[in-house]
């Protein structure tokens, strides 16, 4: 089976300072392999990244957050790290950029710690959803069911545990962003049917 092409198509990334390198690294390469345009979002010029433990390299930052849209990109992609998505569910403009994206049933991928920043959204509830284990607790408490599976998809969201999920979680992001729009995104949760 050959790999979908994102030709055509602008993802975003979103990060703070401290973000796990190999989870924005692997999957912004893997993109930018099927085709796609790849913009690194912050608030910063520069977003210094996390690696196992300790600083490591920096990466420049495309678009300021507070100057770009949803409507400016086709996907948006949520790297983890402990430090980067604690520091950006603290922040309006990141979980407005996110809830954009979500409201509009874009895909929308978040790996490790990064599904913190979705669960600040308060859209998640009813979805399936994996992470690293220890946001178990509080995506449940959010009203998603949580999962133990290297990648879980509901309807265009993405989500996997850890870097070691990376191989499955960057072929799944590459499927479900060539997709495009999710309309259902906002259905009913299958306990909210009668």
Aim: one cysteine or more; a negative charge.
């Amino acid at each position: 089976m050959t790999t979908p092409s994102l030709t055509g198509k602008k993802i975003a990334i979103i990060t703070e300072n401290g973000f796990e390198e190999i989870e924005l690294t692997s999957p912004k390469k893997a993109l930018e392999e099927a085709g796609a345009t790849v913009h690194i979002i912050s608030t910063h010029q520069t977003v210094k990244a996390w690696d196992a433990d300790h600083w490591s390299i920096e990466l420049p930052v495309d678009a300021d957050i507070t100057q770009v849209s949803s409507d400016d990109y086709d996907a948006l992609l949520i790297p983890g790290g402990v430090i980067n998505p604690d520091k950006m569910r603290m922040q309006k403009p990141f979980i407005s950029f996110t809830q954009e994206f979500l409201e509009a049933g874009k895909p929308v991928a978040a790996i490790c710690h990064g599904p913190q920043l979705l669960i600040e959204t308060g859209l998640i509830k009813g979805k399936e959803m994996t992470s690293y284990p220890s946001l178990k607790t509080d995506i449940t408490n959010a009203g998603a069911y949580w999962l133990d599976k290297e990648v879980v998809t509901d309807n265009g969201l993405i989500t996997s545990r850890s870097p070691e999920d990376l191989p499955a979680f960057n072929k799944k992001i590459i499927e479900e962003f060539a997709e495009g729009i999710h309309l259902t995104r906002n259905s009913l949760a299958p306990s909210d049917v009668n």
